[in-house]
């Protein structure tokens, strides 16, 4: 199956634009593996600082979205509500920083997500 | 057999659609209501709100008042059922805009109960751009394309603006001495001495620096008041611990550790892109 264009970018800076990058379909199978195994969350991802880092995203051209920030995991499939999820240890919010390729999230960001 | 009003409480001109719902539809809409009675009410935005504001049900022939709910159940009961939208008559595109509404009731509540700060009024710094948030917040063109930079010089370019990018001065390093100059190649002044008094000219502007990470901008308003747009959220007059910004070098700025400078920005000189 062709497994549709993904980005990803992490949500962390003001004045330049954020980290964005391609999500190679080994990755997303990664992270769509992931997803399943996490348990359901009755809360959103918790409201992040006005500046610094606030999260990472994943966004594919089929409409899917991912998020997850602090121990919280979101799938929107619009016009659908958010699926929440619990983000054990973040491992899925690692995941999505690990399909950047190397050198596209410098380690300061990585850092201040303290991941 | 029993029988469950529903009122989508979501319009304001026009009345509200009513859905009602029977027999099997009608027992699960109840089991849902008892155990939602038992939940600890969540805290929500007061009603009026434009838009979607919750569901009303009543049981027709009871005394009892209509119980105000925004159970996910229920909700999902009249989105996922497009027999009982499609009655109401009211367009193919309702189902889609309820779906829509819905969600945005919800994130509303989810950051609920917000604490308006008191936005004072005095005219402190005749020459300050207006505050006007809902202007650069459309959650659209202007808000995901225009950056601290833009707001601080109020210029928008629609392009994340970067110092120095305009004159072919961009920064090279992400430090005070490599991104003030850049400004200053924009036409901003150096204002250092400035001491967060306003100019007779112009605006006050501040840069912030998270060392090796970023910059930041942040404005000062007409009301002396400081207000700032980080990168492609919405507009805001609050720092990182929600309280209003009488001065960028005391707020709460998170990783923007280092305070650079205050400069000027003078209305029609400067070139930002």
């Known amino acids: 199956m062709r497994q549709p264009s993904c980005s990803g970018t992490v949500f962390i800076y003001s004045g330049r634009p954020d980290p964005e990058w391609l999500v190679a379909p080994g990755q997303l199978r990664l992270l769509r593996e992931l997803w399943e195994r996490l348990p359901p969350s009755d809360t959103p991802p918790r409201r992040a600082p006005l500046l610094g880092y606030r999260g990472c995203g994943v966004r594919c051209a089929s409409g899917e979205e991912w998020f997850a920030y602090e121990g919280i995991a979101s799938l929107t499939r619009r016009p659908h509500r958010p699926d929440h999820r619990r983000d054990v240890e973040r491992r899925f919010e690692r995941q999505i920083l690990k399909s950047a390729p190397p050198g596209t999230i410098p380690e300061a960001v990585r850092s201040a997500a303290k991941l | ?273």
């Open chain 2, 1 to 273: 057999m029993p029988s469950v009003r529903i009122t989508i409480d979501i319009f304001s001109g026009r009345p509200n659609p009513v859905v009602e719902l029977r027999g099997s539809q009608a027992r699960a809409a109840l089991a849902v209501l008892r155990s939602a009675g038992r939940e600890r009410p969540r805290a929500r935005p007061p009603v009026p709100t434009l838009g979607y504001r919750g569901l009303l049900i009543e049981r027709p022939g009871s005394r009892s008042q209509p119980v105000r709910t925004m159970h996910p159940a229920l909700e999902d009961l009249l989105t996922d059922t497009p027999s009982l939208l499609q009655r109401l008559a009211l367009g193919r595109q309702f189902p889609q805009l309820l779906r829509r509404e819905i969600e945005r009731f919800r994130e509303l509540c989810e950051g609920w109960p917000r604490h308006p700060h008191p936005w004072p009024l005095r005219e402190r710094c005749r020459c300050a751009p207006l505050y006007e948030p809902a202007w650069w917040n459309d959650a659209g063109q202007k808000q995901y394309n225009n950056n601290c930079y833009n707001y601080a010089c109020d210029y928008r370019t629609d392009t994340f603006a970067q110092p120095g990018l305009a004159a072919g001065a961009e920064y090279t390093q992400l430090t005070c001495a490599s991104v003030r100059p850049a400004a200053v190649a924009d036409d901003l002044i150096a204002a250092p001495a400035a001491h967060n008094r306003c100019p007779r000219e112009g605006h006050l502007v501040a840069l912030v620096i998270a060392p090796g990470i970023d910059f930041h901008w942040y404005r000062k308003g007409r009301n002396g008041y400081w207000s700032h747009k980080p990168g492609g959220t919405p507009v805001v007059n609050v720092d990182n611990s929600n309280h209003l910004i009488p001065d960028p070098r005391t707020a709460n700025r998170g990783m923007y550790t280092q305070f650079c400078t205050f400069m000027v920005a003078m209305h029609g000189h400067i070139k930002i892109r």
